[in-house]
């Protein structure tokens, strides 16, 4: 409160006093540890506004986790389905299960109560975890991208040049290399422990980074994916588009119009698929790294991170129905899981 006169104590008791039960009245306070004088204060944020918002973002999280559940499951139980490209798919709903299990459940209760009661080491594991998670499946959004480029650039020697072992190797050491590139972020960062932890109150995780880690994080986990993957479908769409029109010269001069509409039919497709895929990522990513870029420090519990935080893990929702869903095989397969076939021999 800001006085611009001397005021009476009387007066300024009565202030103080409505103006406490006029903030209660809007929102619990509390202390996160009661007994400790350098806790934070809690705030539990009730009202049937939040409990809508909470409701939907653990409707979200259940819904990553089920989705992806059920692309893991259909990948390494049917050996039909054990290629290379989706090798790449089961990558890639590993790191968002991760998300649905992990880093939303922690992100919805931080939003419940601002308070952090696992402790300072949690705090760091939890953050990579959710980097990890992030990074390996831009990684895996990368890999699925040259995959595609290979096989529709040079269809004839895809199956030699992408083997199932070497599609392991770069899967194992994509997620090898994106728990290094953490490591070192926090290195110099401060290191590990003060990097993350900020001592201010007792009860609080906050993330600080040091602003040119900034354009290094954007350039090597943004620029450079983003960069790669739009090439890369720009080329895939350009191939599809040059052997759809081949394909409707020769039915052409052979008077065969079903084909034809075909195969344009199927080039439309491929156009409406690759701009979802590209839209889809950019629109999720953009917003956020743009923020981050710009504000050099974001609280783990701001409206901010909240918005761009929960923007990224969309991402990992979207991403098993673009990459898994509309592929037949995937109906299948969950077909047979959700009947319980797949435990028959």
């Not at 409505?18 to 202390?31: A, L």
């Not at 995780?205 to 890369?232: A, G, N, Q, R």
Request: aromatic share 14%; with cysteine; net charge positive.
């Amino acid at each position: 409160m800001h006085y611009k006169g001397p005021a009476k104590n009387s007066e300024l008791h009565l202030n103080l006093k409505m103006s406490v039960t006029t903030y209660q009245h809007n929102m619990t306070v509390q202390y996160c540890f009661p007994e400790d004088n350098s806790s934070c204060i809690k705030e539990v944020r009730k009202g049937h506004g939040n409990i809508f918002v909470f409701t939907l973002l653990s409707f979200i999280s259940v819904c990553t986790v089920f989705l992806n559940l059920l692309v893991i499951i259909s990948i390494s139980h049917f050996k039909q389905l054990h290629t290379p490209t989706n090798l790449l798919i089961l990558s890639l709903a590993v790191a968002d299960l991760l998300v649905g299990l992990v880093v939303m459940p922690v992100n919805i209760m931080g939003l419940i109560e601002n308070c952090w009661y696992f402790g300072n080491m949690a705090c760091v594991i939890v953050f990579v975890i959710n980097n990890l998670s992030t990074v390996a499946s831009l990684c895996s959004l990368t890999f699925i991208a040259v995959d595609r480029y290979v096989a529709v650039n040079d269809p004839l020697s895809y199956s030699i040049r992408i083997t199932v072992s070497k599609t392991s190797v770069f899967i194992v050491s994509g997620w090898l290399l994106s728990l290094l590139y953490i490591l070192i972020f926090l290195y110099f960062n401060d290191d590990l422990l003060p990097y993350l932890i900020l001592i201010r109150c007792h009860g609080e995780c906050v993330m600080y980074v040091k602003y040119p880690w900034m354009t290094v994080d954007l350039i090597v986990t943004f620029v450079t994916p983003c960069s790669i993957i739009l090439i890369l479908y720009s080329f895939i769409f350009n191939v599809a588009r040059h052997q759809a029109i081949a394909v409707r010269s020769v039915m052409n001069s052979m008077s065969n119009r079903k084909v034809a509409k075909v195969s344009f039919t199927s080039e439309t497709k491929a156009a409406r698929t690759l701009g979802i895929v590209v839209c889809v990522y950019l629109t999720c990513w953009i917003p956020y790294y743009i923020s981050s870029f710009s504000v050099e420090s974001l609280s783990s519990f701001s409206v901010l991170w909240t918005v761009l935080a929960w923007l990224v893990y969309l991402n990992s929702f979207m991403n098993p129905l673009i990459y898994a869903i509309f592929y037949p095989w995937f109906r299948a397969s969950v077909k047979n899981i959700l009947t319980c076939r797949i435990i028959q021999s």
